[in-house]
């Protein structure tokens, strides 16, 4: 699925990552989420968090989705979702 949205945020933040919690606090997160621009995510992820970008190696193929929620982006990555707060503009 291809998108040309851009995502009209101030900042992102990572909150946590699904090996960090339980499953009722994974389920939460993830209500409502739908699929998400991975370009854009990358571009955010990148310029807020580039430690994290750097250690997950985003700048590769990634063949997992990702998703986006109504507060948080999910970078999945080697079956692992990494929540990011979404600070809005």
Known sequence: MKTNLTYNVK???????????????WEQLMKGAVKANKREINRLVKRFEPAIYNMLALNFYNPYDYFRTENHFVVVHSATEYFFKIIPS
Do not use: H, L, W
């Open 11 to 25: 900042a992102i933040a990572y909150e946590t990552c699904c090996s960090c919690i339980d499953i009722s606090t």
